[in-house]
């Protein structure tokens, strides 16, 4: 079974439109692992616009489950998850200013950068993964890097899935071959849905982790969390 890591990003954007602390990101968070979550993914951005620098030091304290931290490796970001110590770190190349995430990285580019961050990450004794698109060059430089692991853009599968699942999906039955032959292990993220999710599992039985945010808070709005949470469980099965 995949496991399911939670992306509580948009429960800190709904209580930083107000001020104050309704929902409380944390509790939710303790929910989660309450309900079934594997996992909390958290992505700070310098402003802060949504997960706070001291929520992240706060889960840290409170999680019994996996912590997942995503984010650019400034100098400022590498100062925060080496002293938090997460289990996994996932270097996302966006710039600070970015809506969300929109592609995965040139990593033949940014090998030296890579080989770097993931050493000081291995060498704290953080799990690493590196975002990446379904290239194959692109996943064999981010194996020279050192990675753990890479996780797999999946905003090209989702939008095309609707159109002929199994040509959404081969492209990353392709990149998850080639990764698990390199020995890297296998996670997947952006625009999974309860539509998309198992067909993405069943074709790629060996995914280690995915990481949701976006639909799954959505669907909580009408299905409350832990049976939104259940549900994308499933699919994971
Ligand atoms: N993985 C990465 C690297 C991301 O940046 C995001 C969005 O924050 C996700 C996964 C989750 O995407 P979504 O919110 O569309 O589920």
Redesign the pocket.
């Known amino acids: 079974m995949a496991k399911l890591s939670v ?1 509580i ?2 429960v800190a954007t709904l209580r930083n439109s107000r001020g104050g602390n309704i929902p409380d990101v944390i509790q939710v968070a303790k929910d989660c692992e309450i309900f079934g979550a594997d996992g909390i ?1 958290v ?1 700070p951005r310098p402003d802060e616009r949504h997960i706070r620098y001291d929520d992240v030091y706060e889960l840290k304290s409170e999680l019994k489950v996996e912590f997942n931290i ?1 984010g650019y490796p400034s100098s400022g970001f590498m100062d925060l998850v080496l002293k938090v110590r997460p289990h996994q770190v ?1 270097l ?1 190349p ?1 710039p600070p200013e970015a809506l ?2 929109s592609a995965g990285w040139d990593t033949k580019q940014n090998v030296g950068f890579l080989t770097d961050i993931v050493g000081v990450l291995t060498e704290a004794g953080i799990r690493s993964s590196i ?1 990446v698109g379904t290239d194959l060059e692109v996943i064999e430089y981010a194996a020279k890097t050192g990675t753990d692991r890479v ?1 797999l ?3 090209p599968y ?1 939008s095309s899935y609707s159109i002929v699942p199994a040509v959404a999906v081969a492209p990353f039955v392709e990149a998850g071959k080639f990764a698990r032959e390199l020995g890297l292990g296998l ?1 997947a ?5 309860l539509n998309n999710l198992a067909y993405f599992k069943q074709n790629i039985p060996w995914l280690d982790e995915v ?7 959505s669907d909580a709005l009408y299905m409350g969390l832990q049976k939104t949470i259940e549900a994308y469980k499933k699919c994971l099965i």
């Open positions: 992306n990003n948009k993914t992505h995503e996932t996302v966006d969300t995430s975002f996780e853009y999946t905003e989702a996670n993220g952006h625009d999974l849905n990481s949701i945010g976006h639909a799954l808070i």
